[in-house]
């Protein structure tokens, strides 16, 4: 299972479809490929992560691309193709909940460093498996000594 962790606040746009794609860095496990599925999530912090009670599916859909993506100071290269046209960055930072390819840009530089390399990841809300319903309900705490009670602060 790819699974992919969202900060709350895009869970409802993920819910809904608005939101269809991230851009993640490269890690230690490869990244989903066309045809596989996309498990979103939000809310898994350490140390329990997916088992966390913040933690929530958000849905389940097939990839419909998954592509290397490079971001540097004045161009993006997407698969082998470079985008250079303002349209198109002002459309991907859109899409990836960024106010312009600026905001975009300075995000990924401070996590990372520009030039940026990472994964382009699509999936097909109209397809998928699993919505969550919004608004996203809390999870009650477990049993004393369960797992759930020892992910809540003190």
């Excluded at 992560?49 to 971001?71: D, Q």
């Excluded at 991907?92 to 990472?118: I, K, M, N, T, W």
């Excluded at 919505?131 to 020892?150: E, F, M, N």
Aim: net charge neutral; aromatic share 10%; with cysteine.
């Amino acid at each position: 299972m790819v699974a992919y962790n969202f900060p709350p606040e895009d869970a409802r746009a993920i819910i809904f479809g608005i939101k269809a794609s991230v851009i993640k860095p490269h890690g230690k496990r490869p990244h989903v490929a066309v045809g596989g599925t996309v498990h979103a999530f939000c809310g898994a912090v350490p140390p329990l992560w997916m088992k966390s009670p913040e933690c929530h599916r958000l849905i389940v859909a097939p990839c419909s691309r998954s592509e290397e993506i490079v971001i540097e100071a004045d161009k993006v290269t997407l698969g082998n193709a470079v985008m250079v046209t303002p349209e198109w960055f002002e459309t991907l930072a859109r899409d990836e909940g960024f106010s312009d390819f600026g905001s975009l840009q300075v995000h990924y530089d401070r996590l990372y460093g520009l030039p940026f390399r990472g994964q382009y990841i699509r999936w097909r809300p109209d397809r998928a498996e699993f919505r969550a319903q919004w608004p996203l309900i809390v999870k009650p705490p477990g049993p004393p000594g369960s797992t759930d009670q020892a992910a809540q602060p003190p």
